[in-house]
């Protein structure tokens, strides 16, 4: 069974940082693009970074690009998003989710999320 | 990376069939076939529905279909059930090698 399960969301003040981490089971993780998705409360999903199965190639969405760094291990089956200078309106449950292929096409299987909640 | 536009809300009843339209560019879905949908209930994370424009993943109801003309991709669910009620996003690869989401759609079935 496919699992991707995120963790590292907190509470933090703008213009700190934070790391989120993504853990994936049951399927060979250097076939496929991984990305991360967010959804501010009460909001629609707004897709924040993928990374192909390689590292080769590397997207953000202009929200977050210079800020946020995506990076990925594949000996550990791990996903990573680094968030820097973070702002208010980063406030989201940040997912974690698996490609259908090996670069940007779909979002296959989801994890549950974690919360990143930015106030002073 | 201006979002895909949808309807804010559609509705119908039980047995009918609804479509859910997603309007983009020539810059995404008008120049590419990696159109997909989500189903997401509230509290839940997001389910893939459809792929590619109209590829259903193992597991989903043959009620669902998708297609795309021009910059317009749509959603199809026939034999609407309670069960359907729920938001909807397309999503679409992009000129820039991005992927973008549509502002979300709510189904009521009534």
């Known amino acids: 069974e496919v699992q991707v399960v995120e963790s590292g969301g907190g509470f933090v003040q703008p213009g700190r940082s934070l790391r989120l981490s993504c853990v994936a089971s049951?399927?060979?993780?250097?076939?496929?693009?991984m990305h991360w998705v967010r959804q501010a409360p009460g909001k629609g999903l707004e897709w924040v970074s993928g990374?192909?199965?390689?590292?080769?190639?590397?997207g953000y969405a202009d929200s977050v690009k210079g800020r946020f760094t995506i990076s990925r291990d594949n000996a550990k089956n791990s996903l990573y998003l680094q968030m820097d200078s973070l702002r208010l309106d980063d406030t989201a449950l940040y997912y974690c989710?698996?490609?259908?292929?090996?670069?940007?096409?779909?979002?296959?299987?989801w994890g549950q999320g974690t919360l990143v909640t930015v106030s002073s | 990376q201006s979002a895909l536009t949808q309807p804010a809300s559609v509705s119908g009843s039980p047995g009918q069939s609804i479509t859910i339209s997603c309007t983009g560019t020539?810059?995404?879905?008008?120049?590419?076939?990696?159109v997909s949908w989500y189903q997401q209930h509230p509290g839940e994370a997001p389910k893939l529905m459809i792929y590619?424009?109209?590829n259903r993943p193992s597991g989903v109801s043959a009620r669902f279909s998708g297609s795309k003309s021009g910059n317009t991709a749509s959603l199809t669910i026939s034999g609407l059930q309670a069960k359907d009620e729920a938001d909807y996003y397309c999503?679409?690869?992009?000129?820039?090698?991005?992927?973008?989401f549509g502002g979300g759609t709510k189904l009521t079935v009534l």
């Open positions: 989710a698996k490609d259908g292929s090996n670069w940007n096409e779909y979002f296959h299987h």
């Open positions: 049951g399927f060979t993780f250097d076939d496929y693009a």
């Open positions: 990374i192909s199965w390689n590292s080769g190639k590397i």
């Open positions: 020539s810059s995404d879905v008008g120049r590419y076939n990696y």
């Open positions: 590619d424009v109209s």
């Open positions: 999503s679409s690869y992009t000129f820039s090698s991005t992927l973008v």
